[in-house]
């Protein structure tokens, strides 16, 4: 589940071009995630057994974990990004993440 919320959160964030444009590797990394992840939730729906479908193969066991480092990855090369803006305009300490992606 941790997985797929932060994969949520990144989708929306580079799923917009300038966030892309100005991170363009951790854009590509996300790129490579997305069609891992797409992967894994094609074969969770075609699988309704939920314990066959998280046990019976090694899939889920082996590539979540890799996923997960990749999207913290991103997530951290995001917060630098934020960070570097923040340093240019003091007034966006005092807004969010969410607040200040949206406002650039």
């Known amino acids: 589940i941790s997985v797929q919320n932060l994969w949520v959160y990144m989708e929306a964030v580079f799923s917009s071009g300038d966030i892309a444009k100005q991170l363009p590797a ?12 797409m992967k894994i939730t094609a074969k969770a729906f075609d699988t309704p057994n939920c314990i066959e479908c998280c046990c019976g193969s ?8 890799h996923l997960m480092e990749q999207l913290e990855l991103c997530q951290k090369s995001l917060t630098g990004y934020l960070e570097t803006k923040r340093s240019c305009f003091p007034r966006f300490y005092f807004v969010s993440d969410g607040v200040l992606l949206e406002i650039l």
Do not use: G
């Open 26 to 37: 951790e854009a590509k990394r996300f790129q490579s995630i997305d069609k891992s992840f």
């Open 58 to 65: 090694d899939l889920m066991k082996s590539t979540l974990p």
